[in-house]
């Protein structure tokens, strides 16, 4: 796939002297000489724009929020679809009389959508153009909720999780992957705002879902979906006109991307060389998986542990809530203490939070106490997806990225699976030690 490849500055990762270097394809890295970092006034602004004359055009400038405000759209819906399902798991196993275990299926099946799609991403979108395969997922999305909102039986309803999974992978994915191939300067700050909107879908969501879970229309839940939908790809449309990356990028100003020589298939072979990429899918597997868990099952644990009441969907989004306020407000942490630093903080205050949710007893303790691991976990990701627009060959980004969402995607899967699993021996207090 042919890429629009901005000059990426290699900015100092904060903890280490020097600045960060790309990486050569056995994973190491090699020495380059110290970029510039570009100056923007404006936080949410993508690449300096110019003109014949040097001087950035308004037009360019609109274009580029357009892009991002279109990005941010579909990482909302991406949100928004995955913040939903802790509240429902309570009134789906009501409604279709199945255990712990078997309503986890849907995790799985969700999980191999999601999967097939982050790795055929920089396959369709080569061939198709960005713009199209983008507003395509998104109508395969509405489709599948539209099946869900009829309350179809139970396998049909797992099903309809695949082609969301499928779909989720391209709105989620797509959007770093576009995003790091054009951006330059403050990118955490944009990555941290992205994500950011990532948590703000997932927060919303089970205020929603919390309401609808005790109706007797409960699955009328994702005609919200559908709406949602509808107004990302009318954004999707306007601004992307089913073009390729590289159009969308010559519009905002960017240079013309130079002629790949490699085939598809190579620079496939080349991701997969890279040492870095799978240690940083390692880390998303992991991290992802631990997210959606608590955010899944959490609402069970407190309901059965904790006697918790109607209103228990609330913390799910408390959850969700402080992973978008986390991803914006401590990026000035991240950056005083250092990206490398702040994860090991970040990760030990996690594991001290989880800690007080398992071993204390009380509803409002435990409420508090999800709130701020959510608050530690949000900036982690957007760290390590704009360490990898950093280190990467600017051609292999988008398979680079696309790869680590996919073990992303697998993690978010295998994690609340094997919860489901053991909880359906043990009981749902397993969801803590796990």
């Known amino acids: 796939m042919s890429q629009a490849q901005p000059s990426i500055p290699s900015t100092p990762m904060a903890g280490s002297s020097g600045a960060t270097t790309p990486v050569n394809e056995k994973g190491d890295a090699h020495s380059t000489k110290e970029g510039k970092e570009a100056s923007i006034s404006d936080i949410v602004q993508l690449p300096e724009l110019q003109d014949e004359t040097g001087v950035r055009t308004p037009a360019q400038r609109r274009k580029a929020f357009m892009q991002f405000a279109a990005l941010c759209c579909s990482i909302f819906v991406a949100g928004w679809n995955d913040g939903t399902l802790g509240p429902l798991l309570p009134r789906l196993q009501e409604v279709y009389h199945v255990g712990y275990a078997v309503v986890s299926l849907i995790f799985v099946v969700s999980c191999v959508g999601a999967i097939l799609g982050s790795c055929t991403f920089l396959y369709l979108t080569d061939r198709l153009g960005y713009g199209l395969v983008v507003v395509l997922a998104s109508f395969m999305m509405m489709v599948a909720y539209a099946l869900q909102a009829a309350a179809v039986p139970f396998p049909v309803f797992v099903v309809a999780y695949f082609f969301i999974g499928f779909g989720n992978s391209f709105l989620n994915s797509g959007s770093n992957v ?6 330059v300067g403050k990118a955490s700050t944009r990555f941290g705002i992205l994500h950011g909107t990532y948590g703000l879908g997932a927060m919303a969501s089970p205020l929603i879902s919390t309401q609808f879970s005790h109706m007797q229309h ?13 107004i990302t790809v009318t954004m999707q449309a306007i601004t992307f006109r089913f073009q390729s990356q590289e159009a969308c990028a010559l519009e905002i100003g960017l240079p013309p991307p130079a002629q790949e020589p490699d085939s598809l298939l190579e620079r496939y072979k080349r991701v997969f060389r890279l040492r870095v990429v799978h240690l940083m899918a390692l880390f998303a597997f992991i991290y992802v998986g631990i997210e959606v868990s608590i955010g899944s099952w959490i609402v069970t644990y407190v309901i059965n542990l904790r006697h918790g009441g109607p209103s228990s969907g609330y913390i799910s989004s408390g959850l969700f809530g402080g992973i978008m306020i986390g991803r914006v407000a401590l990026l000035p942490v991240s950056k005083l203490i250092g990206d490398r ?12 939070l989880e800690l007080v949710v398992w071993l204390v007893p009380s509803l409002i303790a435990d409420a508090i106490s999800v709130s701020f691991v959510g608050f530690f976990l949000g900036p982690m990701f957007p760290i390590m997806t704009n360490h ?19 073990w992303g995607a697998a993690g978010a899967a295998v994690f609340p699976f094997v919860t489901g699993a053991i909880a359906s021996k043990t009981g749902i207090g397993a969801l803590q030690p796990l």
Do not use: E, K, Q, T
Not at 341 to 352: D, E, P, Q
């Open 218 to 230: 409960w699955s009328f839940v994702y005609l919200v979906h559908i709406g949602l939908l509808l």
């Open 341 to 352: 630093r702040a994860i090991f903080v970040y990760i030990l205050a996690v594991l001290g």
């Open 178 to 183: 576009f995003l790091a191939n054009v951006s």
């Open 388 to 406: 990898a627009a950093r280190i990467l060959p600017p051609d292999l980004i988008s398979g680079g990225v696309g790869w680590i969402a996919s």
